[in-house]
């Protein structure tokens, strides 16, 4: 059955086969406008924990998302495939060893140990930040092979370390991007606990790449002196929309819709997404691994995307991380519908055939 027939045949408003690919599709890969790359990892996480397990709870809980979105009614029938390989398998594997690792580093620095006066410390740290170069280059690989055939490729964590072998397969194939960054933190210590490739670090790490422009920063309230001084440091390369001044605009009359006007205004005309969940307000992820109170809400962020889609930026990807389930699949149901949610903005943007918005408002 090839996929027009497959479109014929499937009905999107019966819930999706927990035995198709993400979303309840019945696409190959090659059929499909839009790989997603899982990468469930969280290795140098230093508080909560689960990040890893986020793919697969999205995974599960997006065979109950309806495909009948408002914005993209038909984005279903593009084809959404999550490329889980043996390769994705070991990443999750190796993540929980060198979690443990990491454990006894970051358990060593809160009884005040100094890493370098401890060989055996500094081995496992040694180790750590080696294999997580490795994982970069795995996911770059994996990112670069697939847009090479013509895919739009995402990527889902794992924790906030994992997308910079995605940055880096972009640079690869763009010669300048900058990054919308959806977040509760700036993430630009540099070598937090000492891992270089720590999720702390990710924005951090980004900067290193020269093709990456601008990086602007929107819901962030938490942070610490290194990072307001990178920030500083980097000019008008980093832009920071912190929560506090967010809302005193709000409470000023700012509309959120002007808000969102003058994020999207400092991008560069290239721009790639990255939406950490903990950026949410917190009963959206109360499991994820760094909570803040504070934060915007679902509509919130989905309307931003919405904008962003419209300006005439081109969006040439997104990653969406630190999902992290607890006892019930609340933490994955709203993983899952942003990830649908980001889906359709980036196949709009790239117009690819999403349908024509419903108006209930006739």
């Known amino acids: 059955m090839n996929k027009q027939e497959k479109i014929k045949n499937f009905d999107p408003s019966q819930p999706g086969l927990s035995d198709q690919s993400i979303f309840g599709l019945p696409f190959t890969a090659e059929e499909s406008e839009i790989i997603i790359i899982p990468v469930p990892w969280e290795v140098t996480v230093s508080y909560g924990a689960g990040a890893s397990d986020g793919p697969k709870a999205i995974l599960e809980a997006a065979s109950q998302v309806d495909l009948h979105h408002q914005e993209f009614p038909e984005l279903w029938k593009l084809g959404i495939f999550l490329d889980l390989t043996d390769q994705t398998m070991k990443w999750g594997h190796d993540s929980m060893t060198y979690k443990a690792l990491a454990q006894t580093i970051i358990e060593a620095l809160g009884n005040g140990e100094v890493i370098k006066d401890r060989p055996d410390l500094q081995l496992n740290l040694d180790q750590i930040n080696k294999v997580c170069r490795k994982l970069n280059e795995q996911v770059k690989e994996r990112v670069v092979y697939w847009a090479k055939k013509g895919k739009k490729v ?209």
């Open 154 to 362: 995402v990527l889902l964590g794992g924790d906030h370390s994992t997308p910079l072998g995605y940055y880096e397969a972009l640079a690869t194939l763009h010669a300048d991007f900058g990054i919308l960054h959806l977040d509760a933190h700036m993430d630009l210590r540099n070598a937090y606990e000492g891992f270089t490739y720590s999720h702390a670090s990710i924005m951090y790490n980004a900067l290193q790449l020269p093709q990456i422009t601008k990086v602007v920063q929107v819901g962030i309230r938490d942070f610490c002196k290194q990072e307001v001084e990178t920030v500083f440091e980097a000019g008008q390369r980093v832009i920071v929309h912190t929560d506090m001044d967010l809302k005193a605009e709000a409470y000023r009359g700012i509309s959120w819709h002007q808000q969102c006007e003058q994020i999207i205004a400092a991008l560069p005309q290239k721009v790639t997404i990255s939406f950490d969940i903990d950026g949410l307000y917190s009963w959206y992820c109360p499991n994820t691994g760094t909570p803040v109170p504070g934060g915007f809400s679902f509509e919130q962020a989905a309307y931003l995307l919405l904008q962003l889609g419209d300006s005439g930026k081109e969006i040439i990807g997104f990653d969406l991380v630190e999902v992290a389930p607890g006892a019930d699949d609340w933490d994955g149901n709203v993983g899952a519908r942003m990830l649908y949610h980001m889906c359709g903005v980036l196949a709009k943007n790239n117009g690819l055939a999403v349908g024509q918005k419903i108006n209930f408002n006739r």
